[in-house]
C-alpha cells in the first residue's frame, strides 16, 4: 500500500500485461494455486485452460484483485497488485455470469459504470450497436434474458477501450451471431494493442482466437506458449487434441 | 467519498424500486393510518407503534439486509473489477440498504401523522423520537446483516442467523434478563441489567422510546432499571450513545472483514 512500493512498479511500458512470481492461494485446507509464475505478454491474447478446480477462476480473481493471494508477488499493467485500485482504470472484465441490479435498467447500468470511472474516458459503444441493445436499454435488467445480459457484461468490458481484457466463459451465454461478434470485437481489440486473457473451455473458440496458451493444473502452469508450438510438440494438429495430451501427461 | 457516494445514489435508485421495500412502506402507511382510524389520539398511536417500530423495524432490516447483500454479489464482483475501492463500495452498499429502508420508516409512520395533524394534539417530540430511534435501529441492524452476510457463505445459513439474531434480542433477551432477575433476586442487580440493558439494541431502542413517554412501568424490567438509577437525562443520553455504537462497532467490522475478504 505503500507509496514507495507503487513507484517501485514502474511504467506502464512494460513488455508484460500480467507478471505473476510463486502466486499461492488457499481457501482453508484448499490449496487452490500452488506457486503459478506466469508473465503475460501485451497485445495478444493469451488462452487460460485446465481441467475444474485447476485454479482458472481463483487466478483470473487475483488479476481483478478480487481474491488477494496469500504469497508470490502480482503485477497487473506494471502495477503491484496491493490494495491500490488505480490500476484497475485499465481493466475490462467480463464474468462468466453477469448480474446487474435487477431494478435498474440497461442505460442506468452503463452511466453508473461511467461515472464510477470519472471523466477523461474514451468510451467504445461500438458493440452495443452491433449487438442491437439499443431498444433493451430501456428495460429494467430483471426483464432481460440471460443472453442479452451477457450481451450488456460484454459492452460493459470493452466500453473503455481497456488495455486489458480479462473474460472468463465470455461467449458461453451468446447465440452464434453475438459469439462472432464478440470474437470479432476481441480480435479488433488486439489489433489496436490490447491484451487479453481469456479463460474458456470450448477449445475450438481459442484456436480461433488465442495466440499463446497457458495450461493450468493443480494451481500451477504446465504449459505457457504460442499455439503453434504446442501442436508441434504434442505432435497434434488440433487444440483439442493437444490439450488432452497434457491433461493425460500430467495426470501420468 | 466521490466513488462512495455514487454506488450509494445507483444502490438507491435499485432499492427503492424493490417491490420488497415498496411493500414495507404501504404496510407501514396502513399500520398507523389503522391505528389512527381505531384508536383516535396521536398519543395512543405512538404507544401502539412503539412495539411495531421495536419489532418490525429489525426484523425488516435483518432479513432484507442480508438477502440483499447475497443477491448483489455477483454485482459487487463486477463493480470491484472497475476502479473502486473497497471501502467505497462497502459504504455505497450499506448507505443504500440504510436510506431507502428509513425513508420508508419516515414516510409510512411519518405520513399518516401528517395527515392528521389537524385533528388535535400530535405529540411532536414523541413522534421525533420515535421515528429517530427508528432510524437508529434500522442502521444498527442492517450494519448486523452486513456483517452476518459477510461472515457465512452459505446463504441459508446467513439468513438463519439473522432471524436468530432478530429472535434472540426481541424475545430471548428479555426473558433470559427476567430469569436471571428471578435467580440472583438476593444480590444487588442494578449495574449488571443496566450493562445487559447497552448488549441488546432492541433493549436500548425500548429504553429510548419510554423514557421520553415517562411510562417507566411498561419498559419491562431492564427499562424500569435504567430509569430510576441514571434518570431521565443521563439515561437518554448512554441509551443514544450505545445505540450508535451498536451501528459503528458493526459497520467497523464489516469494512475490516470486506476489505480482506476474497470474492
Known sequence: MSVAERRTGGPAETPCVVAATAVTKRFGRLEVLRGVDLEVPAGRITGLVGPNASGKSTFIKTVLGLVRPDSGRLTVLGQP???????????????QDARFP????????????????????????????????????????????????QKLSAAVAFLFRPDLLVLDEPTAGLDPVASGLFKEKLLAARERGASALLASH??????????DIVFLLDGRVRYHGPVAELMRLTGFARLEKAIAALMQRGQA | MRIARKILAYQLRDIVRNRWVIGYTVVLLVLTEALFRLGGSGDRVILSLLN???????LVALTFGTLYLYTAREFIELLLAQPVGRRAMFAGLWGGLATPLCGALLIGVGLPFLLHAGEGAVPVHALLILLGTGVLL???????????????????RGFGTALLVWLGCAVVYDGLVLLAVTVFSDYPLETPLLILTLLNPLDLGRVLLLLDFDVAALMGYTGAVFQRFLGTGLGLTLALAALLAWSAVPLWLGVR?????DF
Open chain 1, 81 to 95: 497488485v496491493n490494495g491500490d485500485e488505480r490500476y484497475r482504470r485499465g481493466l475490462g472484465y467480463m464474468p
Open chain 1, 102 to 149: 435487477e431494478n435498474l435498467t440497461g442505460r442506468e447500468v452503463l452511466e453508473m459504470v461511467r461515472d464510477l470511472r470519472g471523466p477523461g474516458q474514451t468510451e467504445d459503444v461500438e458493440l452495443l450497436g452491433l449487438f442491437g441493445l439499443e431498444t433493451e436499454l430501456a428495460k429494467p435488467v430483471r426483464s432481460l434474458s440471460g443472453g442479452t445480459r
Open chain 1, 202 to 211: 470450448t477449445l475450438s473458440e481459442l484456436e480461433e482466437l488465442a495466440d
Open chain 2, 52 to 58: 411495531l417500530v421495536l419489532i418490525f423495524v429489525p
Open chain 2, 138 to 156: 434500522t442502521s444498527a441492524f442492517t450494519a448486523l446483516a452486513f456483517l452476518i452476510a459477510l461472515r457465512f457463505e452459505d446463504r441459508a
Open chain 2, 257 to 261: 472483514r470486506f476489505e480482506r475478504r
